[in-house]
T-cell receptor
Framework: KQEVTQIPAALSVPEGENLVLNCSFT??????LQWFRQDPGKGLTSLLL?????REQTSGRLNASLDKSSGRSTLYIAASQPGDSATYLC?????????FGTGTSLTVIP | NAGVMQNPRHLVRRRGQEARLRCSPM?????VYWYRQLPEEGLKFMVY????????ESGMPKERFSAEFPKEGPSILRIQQVVRGDSAAYFC????????????????FGDGTRLSIL
């Protein structure tokens, strides 16, 4: 059964720092990996989707990488801002289902 | 707002009552996924539906839970005889094409329904 782990569970950084969030998964037979952002009391917003044949995707200050063989992905956030404060979730999909990690709660201190 | 709409946002029920959660997918999307987020846990897949069809319900509890996505109207997640352990946030997501992850389409989420059982 697919298991997704995110480390660290919580992270606090001063504004302007670059940071990396980690995601690992146990079964490399996936179609894609997706990174989401969740704000308190809200749903999930899709940030980046990396297909299994791709190594990375970029959107603005965000860069996500995927190493399918080792079961790892990272989300790099450049020049963090207080507005980046949220919980970040990764999810992998081997088929119909999406398996989610429990998230990293990020706080960016002004 | 053309996003995924879920209602109600908050629902309070007493033990033994029925809970009905509704989800209207994004315009043009005909595939709906339901997830449950228990306190301090990650999102767990429950069911994947296409119009008038259940494609995958492997994450749905065998008893008391059912889901439908009729030809007209929203998708409904129904929980009968609710118990305290059903208290959670229930999220709906939609995508324009099917196949779940195989479609390589991002999922679009609603803001969820927070269900509280007294």
């Amino acid at each position: 059964k697919q298991e997704v782990t995110q480390i660290p569970a919580a992270l606090s950084v001063p504004e302007g720092e670059n940071l990396v969030l980690n995601c690992s998964f146990t079964d490399s037979a996936i179609y894609n990996l997706q990174w989401f952002r969740q704000d308190p009391g809200k749903g999930l917003t899709s940030l980046l989707l990396i297909q299994s044949s791709q190594r990375e995707q970029t959107s603005g200050r965000l860069n996500a990488s995927l190493d399918k063989s080792s079961g790892r992905s990272t989300l790099y956030i450049a020049a963090s801002q207080p507005g980046d404060s949220a919980t970040y979730l990764c999810a992998v999909s081997p088929g119909n289902q999406f398996y989610f990690g429990t998230g990293t709660s990020l706080t960016v201190i002004p | 707002n053309a996003g995924v709409m879920q209602n109600p946002r908050h629902l309070v029920r007493r033990r033994g009552q029925e809970a009905r959660l509704r989800c209207s997918p994004m315009k043009g999307h005909s595939h709906v996924y339901w997830y449950r987020q228990l306190p301090e846990e990650g999102l767990k897949f429950m069911v994947y539906l296409q119009k008038e069809n259940i494609i995958d319900e492997s994450g749905m509890p065998k008893e008391r839970f059912s889901a439908e996505f009729p030809k007209e109207g929203p998708s409904i997640l129904r929980i009968q005889q609710v118990v305290r352990g059903d208290s959670a946030a229930y999220f709906c997501a939609s995508s324009p094409t099917g196949g779940g992850g195989a479609s390589n389409q991002p999922q679009h989420f609603g803001d969820g329904t927070r269900l509280s059982i007294l």
